[in-house]
């Protein structure tokens, strides 16, 4: 981080989490305002962010078998009312459709708040025989729900996201299909975005409506709230069952699959602000910052200057990088300031004097380390510093995450922690709704998650004090 602050139009995070972020996703061009509540508009920059999230996510779908498919934005008010549970989960988000130009609907039409009875209705109308399973669908799409409130990238009313749909012959291929998706989101977080998770199970209170498992990947943020970045859903056979989804066994039996459903949205880049940026803006993780190196000219009117500029920059576009060259007349000053608000992660400084001495000097942007390389290694010496932000930046969230998880054995205790300190709180719990619903009423907090990694804090609730084996995460949560 710079010890200096440079962009004033950005509050201090420590004045105002809330209006930091902001002005972060206003100053650094993410996003902007639409004149429809809760619908925003993505800028360029903002999805570009998105682009190279969904670029490299979808390469790993693939290596797991996953086809892209697109379903269609409206669905029938018949069709989402086939699965109960699911219809009332989403009933109070939906936006209905009831006219088709100047004529009224015959049956309304829900923008899409997700794709279940879509799907649903698709795989009823294609699997015939276990040979054609399983079938692994995605889809990457916008939905719609009509949310009270909004934050950019946190809570939008029209959001964009992937959501895949799978179905298979047994229990155990889909259960384990599930957990490996929830894999495939956590290795993506840690590998990608410089984000520790946290592995785990929902409760029941909090599981996806009408599955029958639902796990999840949390992370913390800055200012020690919990943020859900991904979860994997367990269906059974119950989707099937309401849909009348079946296909044909080996012993020619007609029997259901049973499916799976897991999805990640454009959170994640709020995710991504709140995780790693700092007092001057945004801190980018290498892999998916739409530029990864800049390139500054100093006093670039000197003879040579802008020549050699531009011969670092195409190395290392050639090298396979996304590199911008600025040769505008802004002052040095500016240029400093303004990539290290976008965050950009590394800065290629070059001017008379380095090039009479046949070097440039790297600066990175989460840490502002400078680093003065010779001139014919620099792809390498690049290619190393855009490893060491990625690294710095995840051991950096990596400790936040782990100084503030805590250990309570009473609800007054975590009450009190979560007051003074923020985070994680980590108890044992009975598994009763009504002690779940009580650290909410009382503590303040709601279930994270019940992580895959347990723990013995002891022998009783901490909300109850009745006898307890699962120890769970309680946390305040976007």
Same mark, same amino acid.
């Given at each position: ?5 440079? #962009? ?19 100053? %650094? ?46 669905? *029938? ?9 699911? #219809?009332?989960?989403?009933? *109070? ?22 794709? +279940? ?8 109308? #294609?699997?015939?025989?276990? =040979? ?50 929830? !894999? ?5 977080? +840690?590998? #990608?975005?410089?984000?520790? &998770? $946290?592995?785990?199970?929902?409760? +029941? ?9 639902? /796990? ?17 859903? /367990? ?31 454009? =959170? ?16 980018? *993780? *290498? ?34 990088? =996304? &590199? ?8 040095? !000053?500016?240029?400093?300031?303004? /990539? ?7 800065? &290629? ?11 440039? &000097? ?51 205790? %975590? ?44 022998? $009783? ?11 769970? /995460? ?5």
């Amino acid at each position: 981080m710079a010890k200096e602050k440079k #962009v004033e139009q950005i509050t201090d995070m420590e004045v105002d989490f809330a209006q930091w972020f902001t002005d972060v996703c206003k100053k %650094a061009q993410l996003i902007d305002y639409s004149s429809i509540k809760g619908v925003f508009i993505y800028r360029p920059y903002g999805y570009a962010i998105w682009e190279n999230i969904q670029h490299i996510m979808d390469a790993e779908f693939k290596k797991q078998g996953v086809e892209n498919v697109y379903m269609p934005l409206l669905i *029938p008010e018949s069709l989402l009312q086939k699965e109960k549970d699911h #219809v009332e989960g989403f009933a *109070p988000e939906c936006a209905w459709v009831t006219m088709g130009g100047n004529d009224n609907l015959e049956e309304r039409y829900a923008i899409r708040p997700t794709s +279940e009875t879509l799907f649903c209705e698709h795989f009823a109308n #294609v699997l015939q025989s276990h =040979r054609d399973l399983p079938m692994k669908y995605n889809q990457w799409c916008s939905v719609l729900r009509w949310e009270k409130t909004s934050r950019p990238f946190l809570r939008h009313r029209e959001f964009l996201w992937q959501e895949g749909h799978t179905i298979h012959a047994t229990a155990e291929e889909a259960k384990e299909f599930t957990e490996t998706m929830l !894999g495939v989101y956590a290795d993506f977080c +840690e590998n #990608v975005l410089a984000m520790p &998770v $946290t592995r785990g199970q929902k409760t +029941e209170k909090e599981k996806f409506n009408g599955a029958e498992a639902t /796990y999840t990947i949390e992370c913390m943020m800055h200012d020690r709230k919990a943020l859900q970045a991904g979860t994997s859903h /367990y269906f059974g056979d119950g989707f099937a069952k309401a849909f009348g989804i079946e296909f044909t066994d080996k012993t020619n039996q007609k029997v259901n699959p049973h499916e799976t459903s897991w999805g990640v949205s454009t =959170r994640l880049i709020g995710g991504i602000i709140m995780t790693h940026g700092d007092n001057n803006g945004l801190v980018l *993780p *290498p892999k998916i910052a739409p530029v990864q190196v800049v390139v500054l000219p100093i006093a670039q009117h000197k003879p040579g200057v802008l020549e050699a500029a531009n011969g670092l920059k195409q190395r290392l576009v050639d090298a396979g990088l =996304r &590199v911008k060259l600025d040769d505008s007349d802004n002052s040095m !000053g500016w240029k400093c300031a303004e /990539y290290e608000m976008k965050g950009v992660p590394l800065r &290629v400084e070059c001017g008379p004097r380095d090039l009479e001495n046949g070097q440039c &000097v790297l600066v990175r942007r989460n840490d502002g380390e400078k680093t003065v390389v010779k001139l014919e290694e620099l792809e390498a010496a690049v290619a190393e510093q855009l490893a060491l932000v990625h690294a710095g930046m995840y051991a950096k969230a990596k400790k936040n995450l782990e100084d503030h998880i805590y250990e309570a054995h009473s609800l007054e205790e %975590a009450k009190a922690i979560q007051e003074k300190n923020g985070g994680f709180i980590k108890t044992m719990w009975c598994g009763e709704l009504d002690c779940e619903l009580k650290m909410k009423e009382v503590g303040g907090m709601s279930s994270r998650c019940i992580p895959f990694a347990q723990e013995k804090l002891g022998e $009783t609730c901490a909300c109850c004090g009745k006898k307890a084996d699962k120890m769970i /995460y309680w946390g305040v949560a976007y």
